[in-house]
């Protein structure tokens, strides 16, 4: 009961503001971008947080594989992107760069709001299940930072320029 009262009293607070900046999440694995569809869950939170999720006129529930190209040319002006990975290192925007040059023709790239989650050191698949309100307000954080402005965040953080 705590976790849904907490989760509706971040919907509640995000509400006050109009702006729903635009979002991407994940990256380029391989030949494929694996983005969530437009009823996952993951979808429904981004849109409680506030934002619009580019791909949320899509019908799927699960991941939805996508080459570079589609994703950039829908995403490539998205205000936000947001990146789960596993690595010993955190990732930055030389090392999202040098994985592959083009994801530097994202806006949410050039003007420095891509955010991660490194879930070697954050429990984010173990934890986020049970606790979606601690997810919500990360995002919610991220899309309205006035809102937010002394939050210590749980999972993601903007990528360090290297």
Same mark, same amino acid.
């Given at each position: ?5 907490? /989760? ?10 109009? !702006? ?7 990256? $380029? ?5 694996? !983005? *969530?569809?437009?009823?996952? %869950? !993951?979808? $429904? ?19 939805? *594989? ?24 955190? !990732?930055? /925007? ?26 070697? %050191?954050?429990? /984010? %698949? ?7 309100? $601690? ?15 002394? %939050? ?11």
């Amino acid at each position: 009961a705590q976790v849904e009262r907490d /989760y509706l009293a971040t919907c509640q607070h995000i509400a006050v503001d109009s !702006m729903r900046p635009s979002v991407i999440t994940e990256r $380029r694995t391989g030949s494929v971008w694996y !983005m *969530p569809g437009g009823k996952s %869950y !993951m979808a $429904r939170l981004l849109w409680d947080a506030g934002a619009n999720y580019l791909w949320s006129d899509n019908e799927n529930t699960g991941s939805i *594989p996508l080459s570079f190209e589609s994703v950039l040319e829908r995403g490539q002006s998205a205000d936000f992107w947001l990146i789960k990975y596993h690595a010993e290192h955190d !990732m930055t /925007y030389r090392t999202l760069a040098d994985e592959f040059a083009a994801n530097s023709r994202f806006k949410a790239f050039e003007q420095g709001k891509v955010y991660g989650c490194n879930t070697l %050191y954050h429990r /984010y %698949y173990e934890e986020t299940p049970f606790h979606p309100e $601690r997810l919500l307000q990360d995002l919610a954080a991220i899309f309205h930072p006035t809102l937010y402005e002394n %939050y210590t965040p749980y999972y993601f953080s903007t990528l360090a320029n290297e």
